[in-house]
Nanobody
Framework: VQLVESGGGSVQPGGSLRLSCLAS????????MSWFRQAPGKERELVAT????????DYAPSVKGRFTISRDSYRNSLYLQMNSLKSEDTAVYFC????????WGQGTQVTVAS
């Protein structure tokens, strides 16, 4: 199992980014997948989750209405579309696969600053 995030970078407040998480060793459509983030000096927090076969999505209150989690079974990838970014969204973002065990990617840095 391997998860590789990409798409992070620096953006001004109000801007957008799209994170990707390329999975291997399992099918993203068959398992619950999540995005987490960790800001400096803070604990890792759940950002968004997409259910396994149901595809039900859930979001942290701080990102609801601005972020969208999705996946593409053909590309075996998980995505996080982030709009209306704020400075408090600055963090390292990780994807997580809820398999027979939990698997994490290495993270991708998102910096929101003017």
């Amino acid at each position: 199992v391997q998860l590789v995030e990409s798409g992070g970078g620096s953006v001004q407040p109000g801007g957008s980014l799209r994170l990707s998480c390329l999975a291997s060793g399992f099918s993203v459509g068959r398992y619950t997948m999540s995005w987490f983030r960790q800001a400096p000096g803070k604990e890792r927090e759940l950002v968004a989750t997409i259910g396994d076969f149901t595809g039900i999505r859930d979001y942290a209150p701080s990102v609801k209405g601005r972020f969208t989690i999705s996946r593409d079974s053909y590309r075996n990838s998980l995505y996080l579309q982030m709009n209306s970014l704020k400075s408090e969204d600055t963090a390292v973002y990780f994807c997580k696969a809820h398999l027979w065990s939990d698997y994490w990617g290495q993270g991708t840095q998102v910096t929101v600053a003017s």
